[in-house]
Every structure is written in C-alpha cells, then in structure tokens.
Antibody
Framework: EVQLVESGGGLVQPGGSLRLSCAAS????????MHWARQAPGQGLVWVSRIKTDGSYTNYADSVKGRFTISRDNAKNTLYMQMNSLRAEDTAVYYC???????????WGQGTLVTVSS | EIVLTQSPGTLSLSPGERVTLSCRAS???????LAWYQQKPGQAPRLLIYDASSRATGIPDRFSGSGSGTDFTLTISRLEPEDFAVYYC?????????FGQGTRLEIK
C-alpha cells in the first residue's frame, strides 16, 4: 500500500523558513516523479512544484519560484521542500504526491499545515 | 499559464441522478493531459481520471471522462451518497501544472 507522510509544518513568522519532508513507502520511490501541492484554508488546490525521478529536473509555480526548493533523497525514500522568505499567502496545507508520469498525481499524503503569521 | 475554468461552481443533485461537470481550458491542453480529482472534507484529493478518459486504479466505472483540446467533462452516471464532494480538474500538458477552481457537488 502506498503511504506518503508529510511532516515539518507549523507556525512561522513572515520572512522565516521551514523544511517539509515527505516519507514514502509502498512503492519504488526512485521510479516516480514527486510533487508538492497546497491548499489554503477553504480554498482550492494549487500545484507548487515537481521533481523528476533522479532529481535532474525540477520546476515551480511562479508564486514560489526563487523562494522554495524541492529535492529528494532516493536512498531514504524521502521528498523535501525547503521554503524560505515565507509570506502570509503561503499559509496552506501542503500535500506531497507521487506520479508515474510527470503530470497527474497518483497518490497523495494527508498533508501538513503551514501557517505564516506574526 | 493555462487557466482552467470549472462549471458550475456548485451543483445540488439527488442520489441516483446523472451529472456532468465541465472543465474549460484557456488554451489547448497538449496531448489531452487532463486529470480529475475528488476531494471530501478533511481528506486528501483522490485521482479519478487521467489522460482525459482513463480511470485510475480502483475507480468505479460510473465515473467517466471525455473531451479534447479545450473542453473536458467528467460524468458520474448514477450518483451514490459517497460521491458528494468537490471535484477538481488539472492539466499537465504544459510545464506549469494548473488546477481548476473546483465544482462542489451537494446533496439536494
């Protein structure tokens, strides 16, 4: 059974940093693209970033480009998102998801809440 | 960036009815790379349809997707009580992936 477990969320002040992790199990992590998506309270889904199987390709939504960095450790079956220069509008539940292709999101974790507030 | 517009915003229907949800793209979606997701309150989204018309593993056959270019639909042939949720479309034909704003399906 596929399991994706996000961690690292919490309360952070504007301008601060957080690193999210996503521990994966139940599938061959190194053969899947991985994504982060987010959902602000009461709002819709927003795609944030993706990373290729070997980490050689990444891309980002314009709203986070230059501030967020996606990475992965295939030896540890773990996906990361380093979030810097956080803003109030980054407040959301952050989901990780796997993808057999580069695009659609097969399985999702339960999410971790990031709150940016002073 | 491809903008996806879903309609209607909210739909009130009864179990057993047939429903069609619409997703319109601001430009053609390459290779019809369009997916549909279902999300229930307090839960993560679940993949229903990918590549516009392929059902994901374990999805009942009452769910079907169709369309091409800029116009796509998700049809639920006979609504079950567990189908009342929010539905999102998503395109992955361009480097910037985008979601629609969602359609909420409510029990009438």
């Amino acid at each position: 059974e596929v399991q994706l477990v996000e961690s690292g969320g919490g309360l952070v002040q504007p301008g601060g940093s957080l690193r999210l992790s996503c521990a994966a199990s139940g599938f061959t992590f190194s053969t899947y693209w991985m994504h982060w998506a987010r959902q602000a309270p009461g709002q819709g889904l927003v795609w944030v970033s993706r990373i290729k199987t070997d980490g050689s390709y990444t891309n980002y939504a314009d709203s986070v480009k230059g501030r967020f960095t996606i990475s992965r450790d295939n030896a540890k079956n773990t996906l990361y998102m380093q979030m810097n220069s956080l803003r109030a509008e980054d407040t959301a539940v952050y989901y990780c998801a796997n993808s057999r292709s580069s695009g659609y999101l097969d399985s999702w974790g339960q999410g971790t809440l990031v709150t940016v507030s002073s | 960036e491809i903008v996806l517009t879903q309609s209607p915003g909210t739909l009130s229907l009864s179990p057993g009815e047939r429903v069609t949800l619409s997703c319109r793209a601001s430009q053609s979606v390459s290779s019809n790379y369009l997916a549909w997701y279902q999300q229930k309150p307090g839960q993560a989204p679940r993949l229903l349809i990918y590549d516009a018309s392929s059902r994901a593993t374990g999805i009942p056959d009452r769910f079907s997707g169709s369309g091409s270019g800029t116009d796509f639909t998700l049809t639920i042939s006979r609504l079950e009580p567990e189908d009342f949720a929010v539905y999102y479309c998503q395109q992955y034909g361009s480097s910037l992936i985008t979601f629609g704003q969602g359609t909420r399906l409510e029990i009438k």
